[in-house]
């Protein structure tokens, strides 16, 4: 391609992406500060925080919902970790003839159409009075989490050479010593990121959530749902906005921590 | 702090595939014992089975008379030096150094001072506090061999670790180890796959072929009386060529055949060797190339045409071919392409073995 198209066309890309990106933000945020807005006005016929206020207010239901998600989902971190760290060990460390299966069968609750799935262990839950409660919202969004962070997990320690632990043997450190000094320090990055996915999958998820927490456990997506469903559009704005700080933080942490090495050991 | 190593009959199988069939070596405290080899003889898989990463089938490993077989590596008293060095990443040279002298609960004071110690007899001065990705090839296998040296081993276990280096830096990394190894009185078994790494390095060698042990024995007994044709073409004598000879006295007469003249050579040839097919290898720079029609006394003689010629430095070496074989002979004389000429053979380099036992 010559030079003189090429200019012209990544403005373009650039401009659309730009466009497909920022235009809705774009939107929200108007919407989150617009106290009036009626169609078929192209603006807000009346500016200001009033909504902002509502949202932010102590009493508020909306910080309340923000609190609860970030519990949840801290809840659901700590739970997915516990479980993908020893799972991906072992998947990848061990020889087991039946690995590949065991790791599709992480893949399961994916394959089907979630709101089905949802709907049979909104059931189950319902037998072991989990409906309602924290710990039952935890569980789903574990079990969610568990897709990806089982998958990282095993790559993360199978991008360890054995021989490294096997170092650490030889200098005379017993089994857990080394995989607490070794292999766990070496996995770490690939850990962190996916427990930063697990973190903001959970903050974001909204299915589960809803059909095996509400109306008593209200996460900041139901809170949002509800308000646009509502017709209150601002209120849902603005909690869309709320939910978007951590996905932006999870970018620079992104930038910062996973630069191409550990991307890299991902990637093997 | 040398100890006896003694390895007993050692069996090891990966899944099905038997690696290593019943391998026994005495290995006296001081000793340095290089491992030769070809690739995937099962060198790697000898250390492994001794520093408890294998599991054998069969067989004891006696360290100080004590048996070890059934111990968990970290209990076996050995250091090893992993081919790939095997440094950990997310600590630093100093880190890696101390890491066994942490796990005896040393205080940290005297971990530093042994570190130190370690780092300067390695010439590492002051990379203490280097992250052992940025050092270079040689300065790893320093490392790795420090982290191995500072526990003080009984027993010092050497993967190639000079095969990722630069020839140069290769030539002075032996020397260092083998200094090292005497000075601090440890038991080493250096396993390579280097002819001459093992045999300037070490006290005694150990031939491995496909799992089994050929011969054992001091560099110049190999090197002089390897005692098989694997053994002898391992260790250099790659030309090789079958001669019909009966045993007379103390001699045996050579008949004329289809490369080689007639010839009586003043040495009794294999043990028990009457007469029949024998096969000679010879190396090329322990031949010399004589004029066509010349005839030495207790020399084999191989009449032949110069095909080929190089220069790799000192001596030429000529590709001399002889009936259908071909022979590589090193002269200090230049000859030209199609020179007729005769590889001659004195008695005492042959190494000579019935045809038939291998
Ligand atoms: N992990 C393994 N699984 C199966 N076979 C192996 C494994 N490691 C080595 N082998 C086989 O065992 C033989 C000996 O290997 P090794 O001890 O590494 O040889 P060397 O170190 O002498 O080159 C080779 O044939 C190799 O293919
Ligand atoms: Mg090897």
């Known amino acids: 391609m010559s030079a003189a198209l090429r200019w012209p066309l990544r403005a373009v890309l650039l401009g659309l992406a730009v466009f497909v990106i920022f235009g809705p933000l774009a939107n929200l945020l108007i919407w989150s500060v617009a106290e009036a807005w009626f169609w078929p006005n192209k603006l807000p016929s ?24 970030v519990w949840i989902a801290l809840l659901t971190t700590a739970a997915s970790l516990a479980l993908s760290i020893p799972a991906g060990y072992a998947l990848a460390r061990g020889r087991l ?31 072991f009075d989990l409906n309602g409660t924290v710990p039952g919202v935890v569980l789903v969004h574990t079990v969610h989490g568990l897709v990806y962070s089982v998958w990282i ?46 973190f903001l999958e959970s903050l974001d998820e909204f299915t589960g959530s809803f059909f095996v927490g509400a109306p008593e456990v209200r996460t900041l997506p139901l809170l949002l749902y509800n308000a646009a469903a509502g017709g209150n559009i601002q209120i849902a704005s603005i909690s869309a906005l709320i939910l978007l700080v951590p996905s932006v933080a999870f970018m620079l942490l992104v930038e910062r921590f996973l630069k191409g090495e550990v991307m890299a050991k991902l990637g093997r | 702090m040398s100890a006896r ?41 000898l250390l492994r089975t001794i520093a408890g990463f294998l599991s054998a089938d069969a067989g004891e490993i006696r360290v100080g008379g004590r048996d070890i077989s059934g111990e968990p590596p970290d ?56 992250n052992v990705t940025q050092l270079s090839g040689g300065q790893r296998q320093r490392v790795a061999l420090g982290r191995a040296l500072a526990v003080e081993p009984q027993v010092l276990l050497l993967d190639e670790p000079l095969s990722n280096l630069d020839a140069r830096i290769r030539e002075d990394v032996r020397h260092e180890i083998k200094a090292l190894q005497k000075s601090l009185g440890i038991t080493a078994i250096h396993v ?123 001596v030429w070496r000529y590709s001399v071919a002889v009936g259908e074989s071909q022979f590589l002979v090193d002269a200090p004389e230049k000859r030209a392409l199609g020179d007729a000429v005769a590889v001659r053979v004195p008695a005492d380099a042959l190494h000579l073995y019935q045809a038939g036992a291998s």
């Open chain 1, 153 to 198: 997990a095993t790559a993360a320690f199978a991008a360890i050479e054995p021989e490294l632990e096997q170092a650490a043997r030889n200098m005379g450190a017993g089994a857990p010593r080394t995989f607490f000094e070794v292999t766990l320090p070496l996995a770490a990055p690939g850990l962190v990121a996916s427990a930063i996915f697990v």
């Open chain 2, 192 to 314: 390579t796959h280097d002819r001459e790494e093992a045999m300037v390095m070490a006290d005694r060698i150990v031939i491995l072929d496909a799992g089994q042990i050929a011969q054992v024995g001091p560099p110049e007994t190999i090197y002089n009386a390897p005692n098989s044709p694997f053994v002898a073409a391992f260790m250099g004598a790659t030309n090789v060529v079958r001669i019909e000879a009966e045993r007379s006295g103390e001699a045996i007469v050579v008949a004329p055949g289809a490369g080689n003249r007639p010839a009586r050579l003043a040495r009794p040839g294999p043990q028990g060797f009457a007469r029949g097919k024998l096969v000679a290898h010879f190396r090329s720079e322990a031949a010399e190339l004589a004029d066509a029609g010349a005839d030495f006394a207790d020399s084999l003689m191989l009449p032949g045409r110069i095909v080929q010629a190089a220069y790799p430095g000192g």
């Open chain 2, 75 to 130: 209990r076996r008293g050995m250091a090893m030096v992993f081919q790939s060095y095997a440094l950990w990443p997310h600590m630093t040279v100093a880190q890696n150094v101390g890491y066994g002298l942490r796990l005896k609960k040393w205080d940290r004071a005297r971990i530093d001072a042994r570190v130190n110690e370690i780092l300067a007899m390695l010439k590492l001065d002051g990379f203490g506090h280097r």
């Open chain 1, 46 to 69: 009346q500016w200001g925080f009033r909504f902002w206020e509502v949202v932010f207010r102590p009493t508020g239901r909306a910080m309340e919902s923000l609190w609860l998600s």
């Open chain 2, 5 to 45: 190593l003694e390895i007993d009959r050692i069996e090891t199988s990966y899944g099905a595939t038997r690696v290593l069939k019943g391998v026994s070596l005495d290995v006296a405290p001081g000793e340095f014992v290089a491992l030769l080899g070809s690739s995937g003889c099962g060198k790697t898989t």
């Open chain 1, 97 to 127: 003839p039946w690995r590949p299966v065991v790791l599709l069968l992480f893949l399961m609750p994916q394959a089907f159409p979630s709101l089905p799935v949802y709907i049979n262990i909104a059931q189950i839950f319902f037998a």
